[in-house]
């Protein structure tokens, strides 16, 4: 979609070494989610954030929105292979119901 | 741990023939929605339910799927006939009333190819 645009594509990271995927949406953002998505299987929830200058943590992931709600960031840090997989961000704007707008996904493979 | 169930997992078929896909909630979530999601790009929502209640289905293909959650629990999802465009990866989510905001989760997805 082109409301949302995430960045980088693909990434190719060693293990152990940190890394970053950016969301960004062209319009104020109501809520912003973070899913997992192993190849061929469903979405696994992450994290949402709804506050501007949000910040939550799970484990070794950290997920931003930024004060104007129009940028989200996720932030791996010491990748291990199990980090693999594909990462979607997940809009929810304001007056549109409960469905969610997916940025295109971002491949993280994580070699030994 | 409660979970989004689906069925098949796999399906193939062939173009100008009917399949199904079947889905059941998260037991308590009144919102139900199902996604395509084709290979390399992020989900797609197709129809949204609140209880029996088509929501959203400005997405949905009507010529050719239809979709039905009769009794406000699971749900059905059909294509008639398949194309080979409809080869996808087709998710079905569920949540708590659908407020903007509440979170959606996915089952394991059936995945489609139409020879």
């Known amino acids: 979609s082109q409301e949302l645009e995430q960045s980088p594509q693909s990434l190719i990271v060693q293990e152990g070494k940190n890394l970053t995927i950016n969301c960004t949406s062209s319009?104020?953002?109501?809520?912003l989610y973070w899913y997992k998505q192993k190849y061929g299987e469903g979405l696994i929830f992450l994290m949402m954030?709804?506050?501007?200058?949000e910040e939550k943590s799970h484990e070794k992931i950290t997920a931003k929105l930024d004060e104007k709600k129009q940028q989200s960031s996720l932030h791996i840090t010491a990748s291990q292979p199990s980090h693999a997989g594909i990462y979607l961000c997940?809009?929810?704007?304001?007056?549109?119901?409960?469905?969610?707008?997916f940025g295109q996904g971002t491949e993280l493979s994580v070699k030994p | 741990e409660a979970e989004v169930a689906q069925s098949p997992r796999y399906k193939i078929t062939e173009k100008s023939q009917a399949v199904a896909f079947w889905c059941d909630p998260i037991?308590?979530?009144?919102?139900l929605y199902w996604y395509r999601q084709i290979l390399g790009q992020g989900p797609e929502l197709l129809v949204q339910?609140?209880?029996?209640?088509?929501?959203?289905d400005s997405q949905l293909p009507k010529d050719r799927f239809s979709a039905e959650r009769l009794k406000g629990v699971d749900s059905t999802l059909k294509i008639q006939p398949a194309e080979l465009g409809d080869s996808a990866m087709y998710l079905c989510?569920?949540?708590?009333?659908?407020?903007?905001?509440?979170?959606?989760?996915f089952g394991p997805g059936t995945r489609l190819l139409v020879l």
């Open positions: 989510a569920s949540s708590w009333p659908g407020q903007t905001g509440e979170t959606q989760y």
């Open positions: 319009k104020t953002l109501y809520g």
């Open positions: 954030l709804q506050k501007g200058g």
């Open positions: 997940g809009a929810a704007y304001y007056n549109q119901g409960g469905k969610l707008i």
């Open positions: 037991s308590g979530h009144a919102t």
């Open positions: 339910f609140q209880d029996e209640s088509v929501v959203d």
